[in-house]
């Protein structure tokens, strides 16, 4: 069954480093997205990608996150400068049609710790 | 800003007990998602609902539009069944979560 898949599945750094988070969907879905969830809290909307554009972004999405569909296959969530308290585990997830439409597939997510 | 609240925030039942675990938010939405978050952390979409009900398998998802509230039922439920339960909606400003229910089935 096709699954959605995120590298790496654990990351460490040091505060104010770049780090980019990877994801490769599942092959056929159109719509992307980024979800976080800071331990023990509730999951928390980052932004939606649709034709190589943004669709949609929360308050949380600021000038130091950005996406990008590098090619026909990953798709990327990039922190320049990481902060305390970007740790969280980070959840990518696409589905075939947008989100009122069709269910999403999340995939396992990366566990960033930011020291 | 939507909200969502969530009711029980954790649940112990026995084996083969009738689960519902509820959602109601405070404005309109477009949709309504329910995902299971194992304990590992993985997240797995159960229903998107935008009305009326749906089934799968032992699970069940109901919506109200007019008293916006939502339910999720567990027929027969199972130890696999244990993990938080996460309802989310869409809405006017985006997607809100709920901060899950915590269901623990004992056997």
């Known amino acids: 069954e096709p699954e959605v898949t995120q590298t790496p599945s654990h990351q460490v750094t040091q505060m104010g480093q770049e780090v980019i988070l990877r994801c490769v969907p599942i092959?056929?879905?159109?719509?992307f997205y980024w979800y976080r969830q800071i331990l023990g809290q509730k999951v928390e909307f980052l932004v939606s990608?649709?034709?190589?554009?943004?669709?949609?972004k929360s308050e949380i999405f600021d000038d130091q996150f950005s996406v990008e569909r590098p090619d026909g296959s990953n798709f990327t969530l990039k922190i320049r400068s990481t902060k305390l308290e970007d740790s969280a585990m980070y959840f990518c997830?696409?589905?075939?049609?947008?989100?009122?439409?069709?269910?999403?597939?999340f995939g396992p997510g990366t566990r960033l710790l930011v020291l | 800003k939507n909200e969502v609240e969530q009711s029980p925030q954790n649940l112990t039942a026995q084996e083969g007990e009738f689960i519902t675990i509820n959602c109601s938010y405070s404005?309109?939405?477009?949709?309504l998602h329910w995902l299971q978050q194992h304990p590992g952390g993985g997240i797995v979409s159960l229903f998107m609902l935008s009305s009326g009900k749906k089934k799968h398998g032992r699970l069940i998802a109901t919506i109200n539009i007019q008293e916006k509230h939502s339910s999720l039922h567990i027929t027969a439920s199972h130890p696999r069944d244990s993990a938080v339960y996460i309802c989310a909606v869409r809405g006017a400003d985006g997607l809100t979560f709920g901060k899950g229910t915590h269901l623990i089935i004992q056997p």
């Open positions: 092959s056929n879905h159109l719509y």
């Open positions: 990608f649709y034709n190589n554009e943004i669709s949609e």
């Open positions: 997830a696409s589905s075939e049609a947008g989100y009122t439409e069709e269910t999403q597939y």
């Open positions: 404005v309109g939405i477009s949709a």
